[in-house]
């Protein structure tokens, strides 16, 4: 058995073999910064929703005034970008229950906030409030 020759004039790679080789790295690093590219694309879509969240979430517990001073109507504002509108109305569109003696109507409560980006955000929550005196 006799090992190869590296005198040899032709041992080593051909043109063709190296320009190959160079094709399969430069697909391979094409693919990988694809792939980095999209991660970073969900990374910050996801960003912006835990952030609007945050948004909401806070919202609803600094923004929604007090069951006594909860009034129906539109209330608007902004806060670090974020737009927000909070909607108080009856629930069922004047829905009521005759010959009742209770003290409480409920109300639909609709807060929507609209981020900097303009994602927007509907939440509905249903809060019991006193009925006003006849």
Same mark, same amino acid.
């Given at each position: !058995?006799?090992?190869?020759?590296?005198?040899?004039?032709?041992?080593?790679?051909?043109? @063709?073999? /190296?320009? /190959?080789?160079?094709?399969?790295?430069?697909?391979?690093? /094409?693919?990988?910064?694809?792939? !980095?590219?999209?991660?970073?694309?969900? @990374? &910050?879509?996801?960003?912006?929703?835990?952030?609007?969240?945050?948004?909401? &979430?806070?919202? !609803?517990?600094? $923004?929604?005034?007090? %069951?006594?001073?909860? %009034?129906?109507?539109?209330?608007?504002?902004?806060?670090?970008?974020? +737009?927000?509108?909070?909607? /108080?109305?009856?629930? $069922?569109?004047?829905?009521?229950?005759?010959?009742?003696?209770?003290?409480?109507?409920?109300?639909?409560?609709?807060? +929507?906030? =609209?981020?900097?980006? $303009?994602? !927007?955000?509907?939440?509905?929550?249903? =809060?019991?409030?006193? +009925?006003?005196?006849?």
């Amino acid at each position: !058995m006799t090992s190869p020759s590296t005198s040899n004039p032709e041992a080593g790679f051909t043109i @063709v073999e /190296v320009l /190959v080789a160079l094709a399969v790295v430069a697909v391979s690093i /094409v693919a990988i910064g694809a792939v !980095m590219a999209g991660n970073t694309r969900g @990374v &910050r879509t996801l960003e912006q929703h835990v952030a609007l969240m945050q948004a909401v &979430r806070t919202l !609803m517990t600094v $923004g929604i005034p007090p %069951r006594a001073e909860l %009034r129906p109507g539109t209330t608007t504002g902004q806060a670090e970008g974020y +737009r927000w509108v909070i909607d /108080v109305a009856p629930l $069922g569109n004047g829905w009521a229950v005759s010959d009742t003696k209770t003290d409480w109507t409920p109300e639909l409560v609709r807060i +929507r906030v =609209r981020s900097p980006g $303009g994602t !927007m955000s509907d939440i509905r929550t249903v =809060r019991l409030m006193r +009925r006003p005196s006849e």
